[in-house]
């Protein structure tokens, strides 16, 4: 039996022992409940998990830079860096902009970083700034928008945002301008983030009932269900060699278009070629936990983060 479907069997029989557990704007929900948040990371071969920073602080949603040497991740609504390897974070500047959310990444050459803030106008924008910091350039003309995914030639960005009540997938120029709306099924439709042969986007949408994973062109065409089950996957990330998504996976007692925190979730891996999937961990987080793309450079590993409360 292969390691994969050994994975895959034992974590849908644990499934039913396990207590499991909003959409894109509910961001640090709860998170004065935290008393303690672990940077992590994961290997998709043996499972094996690694503690990278512990803190009793409430920090989210780490980043794997390019060079696969720094993780990045949100605290307080500032930005900071951290080496793979442990040690103690740094501050990256952000200007005048100190209300950042866990909607943050970075350009595929490493040389940019997008962020999603909410200082200036109360609604989430979507800015630009160089890796190492500096004062960030505006984007997105309208709010809120909450960034997710970089296109593999770093020129088009796509994100979630809420236009006339409903939240949809659209995309724009790395440089700014028009907006260009790519989905628009009733209910929300979130986490969008490219495939690195750059031909698809997936994202989490409720269309069907419950939260599952799609994926379509580019330009919002041929949009098709991938996974199809009675739980609520939301956030798939597709890891750089093109094989497999990373999800998490919430419970039925949480409400199809909601991700909060505090929840008994699971990371779940999909290979795009077997479509088998395998539960890779079993943990309390949620919101924060891997909202954005956090995959090693090599395919090999994830950075999520989790958390323990008083």
Known sequence: MSRLFKTYFYGFLFLGMLP??????????????????????ISISSLERKVVYQRDIHFEAPNWTPDGKTLIYNSKGLLYKIP?????????????????????????????MVISDQTETGKSLIYSLPISGGEPK???????SYWHGWSPNGKTLAYCAERNGNYDIYSIPLEGGEETRLTSAEGLDDGPDYSPDGKYIYFNSERTGTM?????????????????????????????????????????DVPSGKH????????RLMSLETKEITTMAKLFGGQGTINVPSWSPDSQQIAFVSYQLK
């Open 260 to 267: 909060p925190a505090n929840k008994n979730v699971m990371l």
């Open 84 to 112: 793979v390897k442990g040690g103690e974070p740094e501050l990256i500047p952000t200007g005048t902009l100190t209300r950042i959310n866990n909607d943050h990444g970075i350009s595929p050459n490493g040389t940019q």
């Open 20 to 41: 499991l557990g909003n959409i894109c704007q509910a961001q640090n929900k709860n998170s004065e409940k935290v008393i303690e948040s672990t940077l992590e990371i």
């Open 138 to 144: 505006q984007i997105t003309p309208l709010g809120p």
């Open 212 to 252: 599952q994973v799609w994926r379509m062109k580019t330009d919002g065409s041929e949009q098709e269900q991938i996974t199809t089950d009675e739980l609520n996957d939301w956030f798939p990330h597709p890891s750089p060699d093109g094989k497999w998504i990373v999800y998490i996976t919430f419970g039925t």
